[in-house]
């Protein structure tokens, strides 16, 4: 049995969103210079990796990038998605018992199509290396919990129509803060009911009322489930000062939710108080996963008597967990009470917004109701950028658990809209099951491999 | 005219050099535990063969502070440590059984969090007394950031008890790593009086010798120190032996390119980089005595594959090098068949009595059905085959270090060596074989036997510093040496600005240690952060190191590159 926590420390110094942006270099120094100091790297609990730059097809194997990969990432982004994929690596070779990606940007909010940047992210750490555990080690089931304060809305939505990824999201309720999302009746498609699930928790939760939806809902769903590897989405801006969000969280909170959590693997997203909460937080974090006693580590102006839960908030985070876990234990047949659809496809139209970059898209999804498989995907989504352009793409994914004729199904259509482009620009082929991907570019009559 | 002297762990070895020429060079046994009697046998034929010429400078590297580790040889340290929040005090194994941990807490930016506690203060001197202490390191985590807490420690103890000798984590270490300063803190102190008296005694032989030149010490990152200031950081000249080889080096080949040094010796072969005509820095500090240090060192290697290591058949007959040594070679009338055999058999050397030599081979080769060359030829290429695996694994191992900046990660391509360049004993032999295996340029330089002493005498005065600005708390700080000052700069400093205040700091205190007014610094990095409070900047820290880096006397170089 491997004995060490694996840290990929990648605090990119020279990359930000813009100077003044909460995105910006200086955003992990503080955290930088707590762990450093403290000797962290040193411990022999501890192995430090290096990041190194994920690959184009790592990227295409979650994400339709609108005009092409290379418009939506930067080295910095490369470096990011790279830097799980090392710590993936490290743990299917059990070199380490368990990971924690400390790196940025962060991808939680970036979706399967991406014509831009979204709550700062623009692509999917997390998916990316689950894609790749899987392509690679022949994982099947994983379980994600998003312990950020914002809904993961870009995982969830990748995978929304995955039966063998379990999506876990608490945070602050989407009626009060950014992306305005993850409610409770946000369950999963008609193939993979119930395997999302979002918890939203009313402003001021405090570790009480987070560890109690830990201990009472996250933990059970787990044992049910009982995934191959647990990944930890995991933001830090539930903390009491972060300025984004208006949550009670503490370093000691997190620090026992990833004792108690467990993760295989972890992954840095959110988290925007980077000098009061993030060097706390992630010392916490990291001695947690160590099996390092984290007791020690406390804010300057952490005062207990100052996080006291008021009864009423208690009260209305015990109901929704008690009405999330009646959902979980009849999922089966609240899923096919559902599907109602007559027809192969089951459709569903939405309009997403990118707040960073401005953007306004509108999608339309068909998912292919098939009886032996989950079903292949096919996406219409149309972007309209600021000063008036627009682009539009059509794109096929075949998950890799799909059957023969769905695969051969998916491949069909592809192939037809690739002879007959009209009104779109790009055409996408997302092929898991032969780990190939294919990008046509309508304008220049081409079709390329992304390699 | 200069002096260089190297006292090994097995030879001492020493140079005079004139310009750029070897005037006299001397090698000789190390006498076990006495380094000063070893020191002055190498020392006295050169003092003759400069007859009254002036001597502009003396080097010394010796293996002092490492033997004093070793034996055990230290004075008792007790420490007192102010951590603060955040790893358990406890998990840090520092085995000093005198420990004191004091409230009080400073945060990353060197504000104070949680004060001293007085009350605290007044016990722990009382138990450092009754216990007879006469030694206290004083180390606070993120005591470079702010060094009140350690110095009102300090100064309590120095009030109500001046006879206990203090040290500050701050004026021993500003970087990064509480638990390294610790240790570094504790061996600084612990090794203080002991090096002070070993060098003492240096200057009073030397002075009866009428000598009065400077003297300096090398330290493991190859810089030299005037013997004054090595006073205060002792633990800083240990390793300086692999320091020393790799200076050599570089003053005996071309300069600017990338090139493994190799010391092939009895037991071991040691390794180290130059990259591009620069010598490889370890990323972390020294590990001494199994504890990671502050200690800047070469980035070295040691293999435990040398010309006296046992060869044997092994189970699966087929032959093996072994990581240790018998006794000298088979033909130099040790008990066991070695690599030095092997080299003789094939003609590669000529030490040894070949009959032996060739004795220890057919032993060998009997078991293999193979002839004595045969086998020789079997035993040269594995040695040399596991040289060339242990260079490229040092490579490897420096490519995957942490990178925490885009540009870092995408530079560190791969880079293999254009020279291997062997000293020591076998290297004359094994060293044209190894550049065939790696496809790269062998070189043995001439005077590679001493190429440690002409390191040592060659070797410049170093200094490095690192500039922390916060212009948000209008304070700086320095790394190296423990300064932390107010800015008293209106209005924003600018980032060249900074970089200009650090130069001039560097050339100030350059001067002090005898660096000449000409030597030209250089920016090792500058970084800037802005400090953002909700949407707008309210400071900026700069983060800044300059350094005159190691190397070679510059009149050396080009007094060789005109007679090259
Ligand atoms: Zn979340
Ligand atoms: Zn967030
Ligand atoms: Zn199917």
Known sequence: ?451 | MIIGIDVGGTYTDAVLLKQEQVLEKIKTPTIPDDLLTSLLKALEPLLKAAKNNQIDRIVFSTTLITNLIATGNIDPVALVLIPGPGLNPNTYNFNIPDTFILSGAIDYRGREIEPLKEKEIKECLEAVRARGIKRVAIVGKFSQRNKNHEEAVASYFKQHAPEIQTVMGHQVSGRLNFPRRVVTSLLTLATQNRFQEFYSQIQKVLAQRGITAPIYILKADGGTLPFAQAFLKPVETIFSGPAASTLGVLALTPSGQTSVVLDIGGTTTDLALILSGKPLLASRGARINNHLTHVRAFATKSVALGGDSVVQVGPDSSLEILPQRAGAAYCLGGPQPTPTDAMRVAGLITIGDEKRAREAMNKLGSKLKLPAEQTAALIIELMVKRIAREINEMFLAWEEEPAYRIWELLQKQKIRPQNVVGIGASAPAILPLLGKEMGCRALVPPYAEVANAIGAALAKVTLRLTFHFDTERNFYFIEETGVQEKLGVKGQLSLADAEEMAFKWLRQEGEKLGIPPGEEPELVYSEMFNMVRGWTTTGRLYDICVQFPPGILEDWLERREQNA
């Open chain 1, 1 to 451: 049995m491997p004995e060490k926590t694996g840290l990929v420390f990648f605090p990119a110094f020279d990359w930000a969103i813009s100077p003044t942006h909460p995105e910006r270099e200086e955003r992990l120094l503080y955290t930088k210079d707590q762990l450093f100091e403290e000797g962290i790297m040193d411990l022999p609990e501890i192995c430090e990796y290096k990041a190194r730059l994920a690959t184009f097809k790592d990227i295409a194997r979650v994400h339709f990038c609108v005009p092409e990969i290379r418009a939506q990432v930067t080295e910095a982004h490369l470096i990011a998605a790279g830097g799980t994929l090392v710590l993936a690596d490290a743990l299917m070779n059990k070199e380490i018992k368990n990971g924690f990606a400390l790196v940025r940007p962060p991808g939680h909010h970036a979706m399967r199509v991406v014509h831009g940047n979204r709550g700062f992210c623009n692509i999917n750490n997390e998916a990316i290396m689950i894609e790749y555990l899987r392509k690679k080690y022949g994982i099947r089931k994983i379980a994600i919990v998003d312990t950020d304060v914002h809904h993961g809305d870009g995982t969830q939505d990748i995978y929304y129509h995955d039966p063998d990824v379990l999506f876990i999201s608490f945070h602050q309720d989407g009626r009060t803060l950014y992306p305005g999302s993850g409610f409770t009746h946000e369950l999963g498609g008609p193939r993979a009911f119930g395997a999302t699930i979002n918890i939203p928790l009313p402003p001021g939760t405090t570790d009480e009322g987070i560890h109690y939806v830990l201990e009472e809902l996250v933990l059970p769903v787990l044992d049910d489930f009982q995934p191959e590897l647990i990944v930890n989405s995991a933001g830090q801006d539930n903390h009491y000062t972060d300025p984004l969000a208006n949550m009670r969280f503490t370093a000691q909170g997190y620090a026992r939710l990833n004792a108690r959590l467990k993760p295989d693997l972890a992954v840095l997203e959110g988290g925007y108080a980077i000098e009061s909460a993030l060097p706390y937080v992630n010392t916490g974090i990291v001695l947690a996963m160590a099996g390092l006693d984290y007791s020690y580590v406390r804010e300057p102006d952490y005062r207990k008597e100052n996080f006291i839960q008021p009864p009423e908030k208690m009260v209305y985070i015990k109901e929704l967990v008690e009405y999330l876990k009646e959902i979980w234990k009849n999922r089966t047949s609240l899923g096919q009470q559902k599907q109602f659809h007559e027809g192969d496809f089951y459709e569903q139209k939405r309009s997403i917004y990118y707040d960073t970059d401005h953007i306004r898209e509108q999608q339309w999804e068909q998912i292919r109701l098939c009886k032996t498989c989950p079903g292949y995907q096919m996406i219409t989504s149309r972007g309209m950028y600021p000063y008036g352009t627009t682009r539009t793409i059509f794109a096929v994914a075949i998950p890799w658990q799909a059957c023969l004729n769905c695969q051969e199904e998916a491949r069909g259509y592809y192939q037809e809209r690739i002879k007959n482009p009209q009104g779109l620009d790009f055409v996408y082929l997302q092929d898991k099951p032969h780990d190939i991907y294919y990008q046509f570019f309508v304008e220049k009559d081409c079709e390329i491999q992304i390699e």
